[in-house]
């Protein structure tokens, strides 16, 4: 089936240390994007990514970095840079353009991220 | 995007309808309006969206005032599994692509 994976589905790390988190889609989108989650709050932008070799950063890129080498993968890198990574981090895509495209955002199981 | 403005929490019985409130008072005329719902530890999933009228699909109706600054999110007979919370949102397009979540209604269905 179709869909987007993101792995691992939970991580604990240690303060300092670079963690990466992965997500495939196999939808044929071109659009992917990561956001985080923290507790009883919504989601908020950190990159997203709307052809292969670019990105743009989201409301809160400080301490994250991502690439975009393929049209089915987005890795999101957690940087030791970023002071409050323990958290809940969903990926997503959509198609661009006018074809077909109701703006629908297909999301996958997000990562729970603990640092120690 | 519009903000938007949503009631914190809601209770529903087991089988009857809930109706979620949204208000986007400052909605532009381009601007879309977009229901997602998230089940505890998941990622949101896409419920329905609508410009002007109304909208009906196999999970919910979407009622949008004619003026457009409010709508209204129905589950006609809300089932345990229900229980979530439920985004609405605002936004250019069908392919700005970019959503801005808020805090949502967190709907608790009850037996």
């Known amino acids: 089936d179709g869909g987007i994976t993101q792995s691992p589905k939970y991580l604990f790390r240690k303060e300092g240390q670079n963690v990466t988190l992965s997500c495939e889609q196999n939808?044929?989108?071109?659009?992917m994007y990561w956001y985080r989650q923290d507790p009883g709050q919504g989601l908020r932008l950190i990159y997203y990514?709307?052809?292969?070799?670019?990105?743009q950063k989201g409301d809160i890129a400080e301490g994250y970095s991502v690439s975009r080498e393929k049209k089915e993968s987005f890795p999101l890198t957690v940087t030791s840079a970023q002071k409050n990574p323990t958290a809940f981090y969903l990926c997503?895509?959509?198609?661009?353009?006018?074809?077909?495209?109701?703006?629908?955002?297909?999301f996958g199981e997000g990562s729970r991220l603990t640092v120690l | 995007d519009a903000k938007t403005t949503q009631p914190p929490s809601m209770d529903c019985a087991e089988g009857r309808a809930a109706n979620l409130p949204c208000n986007h008072s400052?909605?532009?005329?381009?601007?879309?309006v977009y229901w997602y719902r998230q089940i505890h530890s998941q990622g949101p999933q896409y419920i329905i969206h609508g410009l002007k009228n109304n909208e009906t699909n196999e999970m919910a109706s979407l009622i949008i005032t004619e003026d457009r600054k409010s709508s209204t999110l129905i589950l006609p007979h809300a089932t345990l599994r229900d229980t979530a919370v439920y985004y609405c949102i605002v936004r250019v397009a069908l392919y700005g692509n970019k959503l801005v979540f808020g805090a949502g209604t967190i709907l608790r269905v009850k037996s």
């Open positions: 990514s709307q052809i292969v070799n670019d990105f």
């Open positions: 939808l044929n989108h071109d659009a």
């Open positions: 997503a895509s959509s198609i661009i353009g006018l074809k077909d495209n109701t703006g629908e955002l297909f």
């Open positions: 400052t909605i532009s005329g381009n601007e879309y």
